[in-house]
């Protein structure tokens, strides 16, 4: 099997530590410098690879809500009924490790610049669109196989993924109001009083 060029392999490398630095240092204190040490390259290959600091920034969000849509899609692939691949995929969105931790705080981060910013309006819009389709599909596929109440599925999963979104807030602020089993529980519960038949 050849191996993959390096050049291949650089660009996610580089974007998987900028979303590093986003989670953990934030946008304003960002330097591409920081970025290359995360990646364990020089200042060069950043600059290779991207222009500028926006340049980094957007690729980095883009990367992060791409990555978070693939690491999912063995859940949809798994041959479970359409309801228990729900409670799949909300466990998997729980910021409950180290990857899903970073991937929330980089979120975050999007939804605070992108108020200020219409390209990374554009890449939220866009991708995670994306995972609002994918939910309205699986609670969709749950009712027509009669294992979740009738509705609009659109309606439905805006609900949820709201709920979702302001728990995970909290979560990830260490609110003493919102643990992660809080959270947990409390999306089970929604799924099991509200969705299922």
């Given at each position: 099997m050849p191996r993959p060029s390096?050049?291949?392999e650089r660009r996610p490398q580089i974007l998987a530590a900028a979303c590093e630095v986003i989670a953990t240092a934030g946008i304003p204190a960002l330097r591409l410098s920081d970025v290359a040490r995360e990646a364990g390259v020089s200042s060069g290959t950043v600059h290779y690879y991207f222009d500028t600091k926006k340049e980094v920034i957007t690729a980095a969000f883009e990367y992060n809500l791409t990555d978070s849509l693939m690491r999912r899609q063995d859940l949809l692939n798994s041959g479970k009924d359409s309801l228990a691949i729900l409670h799949d995929l909300v466990d998997s969105y729980l910021p409950h490790d180290d990857l899903s931790t970073r991937a929330w705080k980089v979120w975050l981060a999007l939804w605070a610049e992108g108020s200020r910013d219409t390209v990374l309006q554009e890449i939220n819009d866009r991708l995670y669109g994306q995972w609002r389709d994918v939910v309205a599909g699986v609670i969709g596929d749950a009712q027509r196989a009669g294992l979740a109440r009738p509705g609009d599925p659109v309606t439905v999963s805006n609900m949820l993924i709201g709920m979702l979104d302001g728990l995970a807030v909290q979560v990830v602020?260490?609110?003493?109001?919102?643990?992660?089993?809080?959270?947990r529980r409390t999306c089970r519960d929604f799924i099991a009083d509200i969705i299922a038949a």
């Open positions: 390096v050049e291949a602020l260490h609110s003493s109001r919102m643990t992660l089993a809080d959270m």
